[in-house]
């Protein structure tokens, strides 16, 4: 049986909202991070919250929290590898799926597409949504921990979308039914708009 482990990826700096922490920024009376674990605890057999600081807010929802194992804000793939590091060892058919904290509403529809892919012949799965790569939400076999390890010891930073290529992947298609969801806050204004959106929907 395919287990699926959802990571949501909060180890970044946030310069651009003036390192403010996105995680905890709110829609309506609930916080990105709140509003991402209810959408993906029903379609996850595990949650992992990947963080570098504020560590022990992120601890009272009650799940692993893991920080990068490899130094040095090396972006998302170091996220993903210290999920990883916890089940290196499994012989399991585990998956993981990426999601960013600062893109808080999501259609749970692309974890359902994954799914219904029943002979996976690839390591990797990116999401294309409305025709758009979207890297940062993605599914990932277990077995490339090594390689990607190999990849963060040698490089200080490493594009997801590079590394899949070298591993091998294939896209998944998904229309989104709302503007808001998966829309990304990078900044102030994004989070305005955001905010904007959630009045409408």
Partial sequence: MTKL?????????????????????????????????????????????????????????????????????????????????????????????????????INTGIIDNFFSITEKKNKVYICKINNIIEPMFSFWSSKIFLELNEVLLKNNGYKIMKFAEEVGYEFINFQKNKKIEFFNVNDKNDYTELLSFSEIN
């Fill in 5 to 105: 482990i959802s990571v949501i990826l909060t180890g970044g700096k946030s310069s651009r909202m003036g390192y403010e922490n996105k995680s905890f920024l709110k829609i309506k009376d609930k916080s990105f991070i709140e509003i991402l674990t209810e959408s993906l605890k029903y379609k996850s057999h595990e949650i992992i919250i990947n963080a570098n600081r504020d560590i022990n807010k992120y601890k009272v929802f009650g799940y692993k929290v893991v920080s990068d194992k490899i130094d040095g804000y090396r972006g998302p793939l170091a996220g993903l590898h210290s999920a990883l590091d916890l089940y290196k060892n499994s012989k399991e058919d585990i998956w993981f799926a990426l999601f960013p904290t600062d893109a808080p509403i």
